[in-house]
């Protein structure tokens, strides 16, 4: 079945093309892009259907490289806490969890990820065969982690070698592709890092990891081992696997420097980081000094919202505040790498709109009082990021397939959130959280 997206199309590619009114025509049966015509050629192929319009924006599938989506059973618990106290607070409530907890946690923030454009997401946590078994029922890209926590007691044990046996199971999977959950440097042993680097290396696989995320890790490195977090990392060979590393708040000039050195991905999360109370990365420098920025939103708990354009917005302001410029940020940029970059931290390589590559694309309504076809790429990109919450994802296509129309979708959207509450209160009662 060949169908067309009608809109104007922000390509993101290398040639950083907007086509004005164009139409991407996608080969339904082979999940592909069959090609990108103007509006009146793409009539010529005589599509089955047509949605959007001149008006509509189209663009690749949004990546959020770092959250924890069984979270959402948690979702909106007060913790009013930071650092390793946060963490305690939580992790008493995650020594709760059984697998239908994560199952329907993450169904129910599949369905919020699909309502923001999300089409790839990476995600660290417990129970990850269930989570892998709602993203496939959603129809979404993930590259999953099993979360590794062994110096702190809690929540569910797994070792390094069930992450990295998890990781080879989804190693050729469509849709679910794994990676080695480190969860920190002061969680985990480091000869079980080391392991894990091994693995890495061996294997071809990815790590995931939480890093330099708050002033309690820092000292924590520093008290025990005598070295920042980027330091003891380069020294275990972490980061010369060009890991995820996840927050990346907390670095010194020479911690930059080394990090421009080894080139690893950082996923930038500004509103879980700066609402902890923890600083504003250095992510203006992280451009300016090569080192690959992508975009998380964390988990639902810390998050609120799983909108990866939320978190571009926050960032605007976050890095215009610590360097005290007006939007230091180049937007276009920022969206651009969120997609290329992200894919590639995951483990991905994303291809563009252009005929033969997996048709992974959303079709944005644009508020009354914008015309993208007037814009210029990066006008078109600032609007979106700026004004996120008035564009409408009408259509969220992964591999062909239109994911939020799919009847199986709805009835999920009806369903899951029944769930959620029934699972939630226990959750929470047994954690010892005061509502």
């Known amino acids: 079945m060949l169908y067309g997206i009608r809109g104007s199309v922000l390509t993101l590619d290398e040639r950083d093309r907007f086509l004005e009114d164009h139409v991407v025509l996608v080969d339904g049966d082979r999940g592909v892009v069959h090609g990108v015509l103007p509006y ?21 599938g949004l990546v959020n490289t770092h959250t924890h989506i069984p979270m959402y059973v948690f979702k909106g618990t007060p913790i009013r806490k930071t650092g390793f106290e946060w963490l305690r607070r939580v992790w008493a409530m995650e020594s709760c969890l059984k697998p239908r907890h994560v199952y329907y946690g993450a169904l129910a923030a599949l369905v919020e990820l699909v309502e923001n454009g999300v089409v790839l997401y990476g995600d660290m946590y417990f129970f990850e065969d269930e989570v892998a078994k709602a993203t496939k029922e959603v129809g979404l890209r993930a590259s999953l982690s099993l979360g590794v926590i062994e110096l702190f007691e809690g929540p569910p044990k797994h070792s390094i070698e069930d992450s990295v046996r998890f990781a080879a ?3 050729s999977d469509e849709l679910v592709r794994g990676m080695i959950g480190v969860h920190a440097l002061y969680s985990v042993s480091l000869d079980s890092v080391e392991r ?4 890495s290396l061996d ?21 025990r081992y005598g070295k920042t977090p980027a330091q003891l990392a380069d020294e275990l060979g972490l980061l010369s696997v060009r890991p995820l590393l996840a927050h990346a708040v907390y670095v010194d000039d020479r911690d930059l420097e080394l990090l421009a050195r ?12 700066m609402s902890w109370g923890s600083g504003v990365a250095r992510v203006l420098e992280y451009f300016e000094r090569g080192i690959p920025v992508t975009v998380g939103t964390d988990g639902p708990l810390t998050a609120g919202v799983m909108s990866p354009l939320f978190e571009m917005k926050v960032a605007l302001a976050a890095q215009g505040s610590r360097y005290a410029r007006p ?9 651009k790498n969120s997609v290329w970059e992200g894919s590639r931290a995951l483990g991905w390589e994303y291809s563009g709109i252009v005929p033969g590559a997996p048709a992974d694309i959303v079709l944005w309504e644009p508020p009354p009082w914008v015309d993208p076809s007037e814009m210029s790429p990066t006008d078109a990109a600032f609007s979106l990021v700026y004004d996120h919450q008035y564009y409408r994802p009408a259509l969220v296509v992964v591999s062909g397939r239109a994911v939020n129309k799919s009847a199986e979708f709805n009835r999920l959207k009806h369903v899951v959130f029944e769930k959620i509450r ?3 209160q226990d959750l929470l009662e047994c954690g010892g959280v005061e509502r």
Do not use: M, W
Request: hydrophobic fraction near 40%; charged fraction near 30%.
């Open 327 to 335: 939007v230091p940020l180049d937007v276009y940029a920022l969206l």
């Open 262 to 273: 080894r080139r690893p991905y950082a996923s930038y999360c500004p509103f879980t980081i």
């Open 169 to 171: 199971r989804y190693k």
């Open 40 to 60: 009146e050629k793409a009539l010529e192929h005589r599509p089955e259907f047509i949605v959007g319009g001149r008006r509509y924006l189209v663009t690749p």
């Open 196 to 199: 894990a680097v091994e693995a």
């Open 203 to 223: 294997q071809g696989v990815k790590i995931h990891i939480h890093f330099a995320e708050s002033l309690d890790e820092v000292r924590f490195a520093k008290e």
């Open 422 to 424: 029934e699972v939630r």
